[in-house]
């Protein structure tokens, strides 16, 4: 038998079982992490991080929005705080719907820029069912999302867990425990079990020889694995304290339901839970740190549990809870007032504290999101004077500023009379802009240094459909403008000092649509280097990057790299081919984006790219150039995230986060050589870095997961031993600033001083970067084109055609100075000195006397209609001539005028009030001694309708005109418009009288329908009326208990007339179609009864009219003998009394004569010989002349009824009761002048005149 030494068949099994067990002790062992002092609070989403405003989840509703918690601004450039990076707070500014200048390190932003007042979050990552299990799909399609507003500061970024593949999880997933490994030296194993490789270029050394080891700990936030969301708060530069609140967001509920507050005080080695001094059953949603206090915090608990504010003093070693009568959706801290903060509540009420948040006033309502501001320091007189847009109630903006605790309708102020555009009030450094649209074409203002706000004036024909401000850093305005031939791309435009006069920089830059809506615009300014821009411009459907070192006086295209990262030579020509640059940020600023550069590293620019004829997003690699754009190196093959540490002296990079990673590289030498190390020994899925300058212990922190059921992993690394020594003189070299070899940038030389490439030396606080900068000699590129002109091919600048160079300002009077533009203006922050200076620089020359030209007169809204009684405001404008010599004559057109010695008493506005309505010509006329000039508008003065009532004939006769009017109260004059509807017509005619002729040619009900139109408002009434070729119709009245309940509105008149019909309908047996009862409007109540024929054709004309007069005779025998009655309320009977009986052949349409006509005829005359005689014996017949005044004042009043002769004889009324004469007498009248509604006592009808 043979025997063999081997493994039995067990064997296999058992010693993987071994080695997954020992695995799992090793990663379930936990370090803990020092995560160093961070910039800002952070939030970081797994996966993707989205930074925007407005972004609502869905399926959420509007959840709540939050204020950022610090003021210190992220330097997006360079990974830093602003105040660390030499620039201001910045706060967000946008002028229309977001546009934002990706990377651009300013003050002024838009809402898509990375440096946002409002951020949303995008859960890409575990959402945990109540099951346990992980909602991958809602995800991954990105229909859960959730996210908080902020106002100031940098962004609070929160870590969201990411939906990556769920490998290794069973083996990552234990975290029950919590354990600390005190810095294990991870780089010995890594050197030990992967060798490295050397290249030409961005090498990646190997050495046997003892290298620097990374120190680090790592900490997981042990019961937290279910929670989704994390923010990051460190609290201050220099401070140890770290405060770290992780949340679980139901996407099932759109709310937060629970939460975990974590505090630090030895920068992350270990944390403490604070729930039990919050409140274990608390539930918060955000944490804000004083800008100007970094001790003080506040602690919002989620509305959906209860709304208070928890307050710290002590960076959140203890808090006091107060109870808040509003949800707040974001803050404002004061940028001087440690305890002063603005909070903007659900319901868009705008409330101040000056105790950092324990007690709250309102200060105003209806406030827009986000357009509220605290004081500019050295402008605004008052430090707790705030602006704001604050909406009225028909919907429209004014821009108010007041004192926050006297902000009363009393002690409010409008720095700009009338409406402003919503959601356009910005307010930034030493600028106001807002947003005006008057005759459908907005208007852009601005105010430089709280002057007078004036007309932004761009290019005549530029014509902006969209309009956004980039920046207002160095005392000028970068605006990008979207004109009316663009659709994906804006100009750049950049103004005068005073914002006023804008010139084009560059066209057709290209922007895209970002997550929220809002658009990038690819426009990068780079860090460190003055007036050094990089942008994306699309030309003939190619994107290609151009570079300017002139603030857009002059652009070129990128010189790619000779050589590849093997060292194989790249045939790259211009114009054809170049480098092209992906200029987007990150909108998580943890993550570097595609470019990076910094302040304290000038001339080190990082980005994504590639090269070629035009911009692409496949094949991309990563660049840098160490000499600002000038010459370009490839450094990765793919796409990094890289930092710069030490104040640039270093190079940190790290892989995308789309997988994970436990290695990280480093370079001393600007790209050339990197050394690898490790920082952990389980690959982490990076969410985010933090990294602190300008502190003695070189710390940086990575945020991730080593899977997405695990909890938070923070791991702090310690890299201060990648530094041999301090760095002395001997380890910078100098380095010139140029553009090609030009040395003159901005009108300067300047040398820089940096640490000499490989030398692992740490820089000092005091490292001074810029050696020195002297002023060159001023050349044609320090000049730009100024306003009205336009450089032209051989680099000179000419007038445009629709400027005229010889227009001198209206405020320039006889004897004073002006500057007379050459062309040209010095490009803002140009330190050029003699030279050409003085031939481009505009000269100073006397205003000349000049006539008045270019009159204009509008109203201070830019509208042609106002209402009656309202206050207008006239602007008298005057393009060309001297202000202070013209006398300026405006007349209203309603007989008054005024006149003003000079323009000046007229720049605020002429006011003037209208007492009556109409159309009225206003006129203004300027006049001097050289000559005059006028010009004239006409305005309309609306008073409101308030009712219109259609007056119409009830029955006509088919194929005869007939009158139809319209009625309006209160009258009006010349300022309507009447719309009428005949039939089923499918256009209205229009008129602007109250009244039109029509004819029916058909028989049967026709519908009648008149609009009338005044200002803003339009009424109508309908009517029905009957056309028939002929008809019979009595008058009819009542007893006068009727009259006590008659409102005289037209639906009791309906109810009425169907009650009479039906009353009538009792006492004979005709058919219901043949009946027709009108009730007149007014009292005493009268009514009108039109028999109409049968509509049975067979039995001819000559039948129908035999039954009418049958009809006639049975309706008229019964109301004789007051047979018709109706009851209206219990006990209360209502008789009908007949008043005339209307003959057939008044209302008949045929030409052939009758007897009956000639009858009539003969009527005729005796009637006018009766007339003949009254007059000659008038003065025995008094009461005549009596009838005919009375007959006189109801003319006006009157309707008449078609087919009623002005000769009907009159009714004898001596069968009515004795009580009835007043009624009678007014019936009388009606039969007289033969009229439906003459005499009713009707209100009257006041003409439209204000008193």
């Known amino acids: 038998m043979e025997t063999g030494c081997g493994l039995f068949h067990g064997s296999n099994l058992i010693l993987s079982l071994w080695l997954i067990i020992s695995a799992n002790i090793v990663i379930t062992t936990r370090a803990d992490i020092t995560c160093a002092p961070c910039p800002s609070p952070v939030q970081v989403t797994r996966k993707d991080v989205h930074l925007d405003e407005r972004a609502v989840p869905a399926g959420t509703g509007n959840p709540p929005k939050q204020a950022e918690p610090e003021s210190r601004v992220f330097d997006r450039n360079s990974g830093v705080f602003a105040e660390q990076a030499g620039s201001g707070p910045v706060d967000v500014a946008k002028f229309a719907n977001g546009l934002g200048r990706n990377g651009v390190n300013t003050k002024v932003f838009s809402e898509a820029s990375i440096i946002k007042s409002e951020y949303e979050e995008f859960d890409m990552g575990k959402s945990t069912n109540y099951d346990g299990g992980s909602d991958f799909d809602k995800v991954e399609k990105g229909d859960a999302t959730f996210f908080r507003a902020k106002r100031s500061g940098p962004e609070p970024f929160e870590f969201s867990e990411s939906s990556w593949s769920t490998e290794g999880d069973r083996m990552y997933s234990d975290s029950s425990t919590e354990r600390k490994i005190p810095g294990p030296l991870l780089d010995e194993q890594k050197l030990r079990s992967e060798p490295r490789s050397n290249r030409d270029d961005a090498k990646v050394t190997s050495s046997k020889q003892d290298e ?115 949800y707040v959706l974001s803050l404002l801290f004061h940028p001087a007032q440690e305890d002063w903060a603005l909070a903007y509540s659900h319901d868009q009420k705008l409330y101040s504290s000056l105790d950092f948040g324990r007690k709250w006033q309102l200060v105003h309502e209806a406030v827009t999101p986000n357009r509220f501001y605290w004081s500019v320091i050295g402008l605004d007189k008052e430090t707790d004077l705030v602006h704001l847009e604050a909406n009225t109630p028909d919907g429209r903006a004014q821009y108010v500023t007041c004192r926050v605790q006297s902000c009363s309708e009393a002690n409010r102020n409008y720095p700009l009379a009338g409406y402003i555009d919503t959601n356009s009030l910005v307010v930034q450094d030493d600028y106001m802009f807002i947003q005006v649209t008057s005759a459908g074409r907005a208007w852009y203002l601005v105010s430089y240094q709280r002057e007078p706000f004036m007309r932004i004036k761009l290019p005549k024909y530029s014509l902006p459909k969209d309009m956004h401000i980039i920046s207002t850093d160095e005392g000028q305005v970068f605006a990008a403008v979207q004109e009316w031939n663009q659709n994906d791309t804006y100009n750049i435009y950049i103004s005068d000092p005073q914002g006023i006069h804008f010139t084009l920089a560059l066209e057709n830059v290209k922007a895209t649509r970002g997550l929220g809506g809002n658009s990038m615009i690819d426009l990068y300014e780079v860090a460190g280097i003055k007036g050094m821009l990089i942008a994306n411009r699309k030309l003939d459907n190619q994107v290609k990057t151009y570079i300017t070192y002139n603030k857009g006086r002059d652009w070129r295209l990128l010189q790619a790299p000779t050589s590849d990262l093997e060292g194989n030579d790249i045939h790259c020509v211009l114009p054809f081919c170049s480098l092209h640059l992906q ?249 050029c000195t003699k030279g050409v200076k003085e031939m481009y620089t505009a000269r100073r020359q006397l205003c000349p006397n000049r006539a008045p030209r270019g009159l204009q007169l509008s109203t201070g809204e830019g509208k042609l209609t106002a209402p ?68 004239s508008l006409y305005l309309h003065v609306t008073c409101v309708v308030e009712h219109v009532q259609l007056l119409a004939p009830f029955v006509v006769i088919k194929n005869k005109e007939v009158n139809l009017s319209a009625v309006v109260w209160p009258s009006h004059s010349r300022t309507l418009t009447f719309f009428w509807w005949l039939g089923n017509s499918s256009e209205p005619i229009i008129t602007l009288d109250g009244s039109i002729s029509h004819t029916f040619t058909s028989e049967g009900m026709h519908t009648v329908t008149v609009q009338v139109s005044s200002a803003n408002s339009i009424l109508q009434d309908t009517k029905t009326i009957a056309a028939q070729e002929f008809f019979k119709s009595l008058l009819l009245s009542f007893s006068p208990n009727l009259d006590e309940v008659n409102p005289d509105i037209p639906e009791w008149r309906q109810d009425v007339g169907r009650v009479i019909k039906k009353a009538l309908l009792q006492i004979a047996d005709i058919p219901e179609k043949q009946l027709l009862v009108a009730v007149f409007p007014g009292v005493p109540t009268a009514a009108e009864l039109f028999l109409l024929p049968s509509k049975n054709q067979s039995e001819g004309r000559k039948k129908n009219e035999e039954e009418l007069e049958q009809i006639s005779d049975i309706l008229v025998s019964a109301l004789n003998q007051n047979l018709v009655e109706f009851e209206l309320r219990p006990g209360s009977r209502v008789i009908v009394y007949i008043t005339q009986l209307t003959l057939a052949p008044l209302v008949d349409s045929s030409p052939r004569h009758s007897s009956s006509a000639m009858l009539m005829l003969l009527s005729v005359v005796f009637l006018g010989l009766a007339v003949f005689l009254i007059y000659k014996f008038k003065r025995k017949i008094p009461w005549i002349n009596i009838y005919a005044e009375v007959n006189h004042e109801k003319e006006q009043e009157m309707i008449n009824t078609v087919g009623q002769s002005e000769a009907a004889p009159k009714i004898t009324l001596s069968e009515f009761p004795t009580q009835k004469e007043l009624m009678e007498k007014e019936l009388e009248c009606r039969v007289k002048r033969g009229m439906v509604n003459p005499c009713e006592n009707t209100r009257e009808i006041p003409n439209c005149t204000s008193v």
């Not at 630090?264 to 270990?270: I, L, M, V």
């Not at 590289?665 to 690959?683: A, I, L, N, T």
């Not at 209206?810 to 203006?825: E, K, V």
């Not at 008298?876 to 003003?900: C, K």
């Open 212 to 326: 620097p080891k990374l120190t680090s700990s790592t900490f997981a936030l042990t019961g937290d694995s279910a929670h989704n969301h994390a923010v990051v708060y460190w609290s201050g530069q220099n401070s140890s304290v770290i405060l770290i609140l992780t949340k679980l967001y139901d996407f099932h509920l759109g709310s937060v339901t629970e939460s975990t507050l974590w505090r630090s005080t030895d920068y992350g080695t270990t944390y403490e839970k604070l729930n039990d001094k919050v409140g274990v059953k608390t539930v918060l949603s955000y944490l804000y740190v004083c800008p100007t206090n970094k001790r003080k915090i506040m602690v919002l608990t989620d509305p959906e549990f209860e709304s208070s504010v928890l307050i710290s003093s002590d960076e959140g070693a203890s808090y006091q809870k107060y109870r808040l009568s509003f």
């Open 868 to 935: 009656l009684a309202s206050n207008v405001s006239f602007l008298v404008q005057l393009e060309e001539g001297d202000s202070m010599r013209t006398h300026i004559q405006l007349d209203f057109g309603d007989g008054t005028a005024v006149s003003y010695s000079n323009l000046t008493w007229a720049e605020e506005g002429i006011k003037h009030v209208y007492r009556t309505a109409g159309i009225f010509r206003v006129t203004a006329l300027a006049e001097n001694e050289m000559g005059a000039d006028s010009t």
């Open 583 to 831: 200029l987007q940020m990150s909108e998580n600023p943890y993550l570097s984006g595609n470019i990076i550069s910094k302040s304290s590293a000038p001339g080190v620019i990082v980005a994504t790219g590639n090269i070629g004829s035009e911009l692409s997003y496949n094949n991309v690699g990563m660049f840098i150039s160490s000499d600002a754009g000038n010459n370009w190196r490839q450094i990765f093959e793919e796409e990094h995230n890289v930092w710069l540490l030490d104040k640039g002296g270093a190079l940190l990079a790290v892989k995308q986060p789309t997988v994970p990673t436990r290695h990280l590289w480093v370079s001393f030498d600007e790209g050339r050589q990197w050394d690898q190390h490790s920082f952990s020994m389980v690959p982490l899925f990076v969410d985010g870095v933090l990294v602190e300058p300008g502190i003695d212990s070189q710390i940086m922190t990575f945020f991730g997961h080593f899977s997405h059921r695990s909890e938070w992993q923070l791991i702090k690394i310690d890299y201060k031993s990648l530094f041999s020594r301090r760095c002395t003189e001997g380890d910078y070299q100098t380095w010139h600033l140029h553009n090609q070899g030009e040395p003159c940038v901005m009108g300067q030389k300047q040398i820089y001083m940096k640490r000499r490439p490989g030398n692992h030396c740490m820089l000092g606080r005091d490292y001074a970067r810029v050696l020195s900068a002297e002023p060159c000699i001023c050349r044609a590129h320090d000049f730009e084109c100024d306003y009205g002109y336009e450089r032209r091919g051989d680099g000179n600048c000419s007038p445009s055609f629709w400027y005229n160079p010889a227009t001198v300002s209206r405020t320039c009077s006889h004897g004073q100075n002006y500057l007379n533009s050459t062309g040209y203006r010095k490009v803002a922050a140009n330190n």
